[in-house]
């Protein structure tokens, strides 16, 4: 199992950064930079980059809206330039609230526009003149000046494919990525449910899978805090998923709380919604399940956070992205080095 980190988006990114070396070599693979309405993730990569020797750098996500399909080909091949090949190009759909609210982007056709996407990025590390007839997508412009003339990238990539994950969640999402990406990250991963929930999907998505993408790398997000009184920091977590489960659409159209549902929460994601809805923040989320955030978590004894690790393992998780929590930098360390330690026994 690689061990990933995400990294917050919101302030101390120098600070965090600097500490990076330390989480090297305590064992970390991977981190992940995420990039929703705050300081765009590149330049923090490009920084990354600059600071960390082996350290993979992942973003985590970029929506897709944001960026032409070719623009977001350009930086992950830049991106993967300027780190000799260390670079994962994370994708997602993101949701109506960034993408009309933040971009004034229509929040349009997601999995036939990821398809394009990936398509057309490939292309372009491939160095081949782009030209792309797709429904969403055209190039050369049809319609335009005249003047348009299909290109291929000017620079030879350090990869012709690099690594692309996709963050999802929705049956048919989580369909295309097992077909098309060389990862899949979902959110608020119950391991016990992922078979249930998303088993049919990605057996179908690999059924149509390419051999040379690989196995499909199955990311999970996970806080991590071991001992016998870390059992409180749970309760951080309540807001997030109220957030999430309530906040993150209107009803009927929020991911989160659909995937709450197929877990088996149907009555308490209503409530939450409802509540949240109507401004009653503290209340939703005081209802967020215990039984879901700490099976969501790594967060506990040793033994049981070993016992989680297996569960995720057995579920088919390759990587586990964890937010480590500790009062200094120096125990936020010794918990990558423990973990470290749990995923390679």
């Not at 990025?121 to 797709?134: D, N, S």
């Not at 003339?149 to 999402?173: C, S, T, Y």
């Not at 998923?241 to 159209?253: D, N, Q, R």
């Amino acid at each position: 199992m690689r061990i990933g980190m995400a990294l917050s988006y919101s302030g101390g990114f120098k600070e965090t950064v600097a500490e990076l070396a330390d989480y090297e070599k305590a064992g970390l693979d991977i981190v992940f930079v995420a990039e929703a309405y705050s300081f765009d993730a590149v330049s923090q990569l490009g920084y990354i980059a600059a600071r960390t020797e082996t350290l993979e750098i992942a973003s985590g996500i970029l929506p897709i809206y944001s960026r032409t399909p070719a623009l977001l080909a350009m930086t992950a091949a830049g991106l993967d330039y300027v780190s000799d090949g260390r670079f994962t190009l994370g994708l997602g759909a993101s949701g109506p609230q960034v993408i009309e609210g933040f971009h004034g982007v229509p929040y349009t056709a997601p999995l036939g526009r990821t398809r394009e996407v990936i398509e057309i990025c490939r292309k372009v590390w491939r160095r081949e003149k782009l030209e792309h007839q797709g429904k969403h997508y055209t190039m050369p412009l049809a319609g335009g000046t005249g003047l348009g003339k299909p290109l291929k990238l000017i620079n030879h990539p350090v990869r012709e494919r690099v690594p692309i994950v996709i963050a999802a969640i929705g049956p048919q999402n989580v369909e295309l990525t097992a077909e098309l990406a060389e990862g899949w990250e979902p959110i608020f991963y119950l391991p016990e449910k992922a078979a249930d929930v998303w088993g049919p999907s990605l057996a179908a998505g690999k059924a149509n899978r390419a051999p040379e993408l690989g196995e499909l790398d199955v990311i999970a997000q996970a806080t991590l805090a071991i001992g016998d009184d870390v059992a409180p920091l749970l309760e951080f977590g309540r807001p997030m998923a109220a957030l999430y489960i309530g906040g993150m659409g209107a009803k009927g159209k929020n991911f989160y709380n659909d995937l709450a549902r197929r877990y088996g929460y149907e009555q308490e994601a209503e409530r939450i919604q409802d509540l949240y809805l109507d401004g009653k923040k503290d209340e939703a989320a005081a209802l967020v399940p215990h039984e879901l955030l700490q099976n969501m978590s790594l967060i506990g004894p040793e033994g049981f956070v070993r016992d989680r690790i297996q569960a995720m393992r057995e579920s088919g998780v390759t990587t586990i992205n964890v937010t480590p929590v500790g009062a200094t930098h120096a125990d936020r360390v010794a918990l990558i080095e423990k973990i470290r330690e749990m995923t390679s026994a």
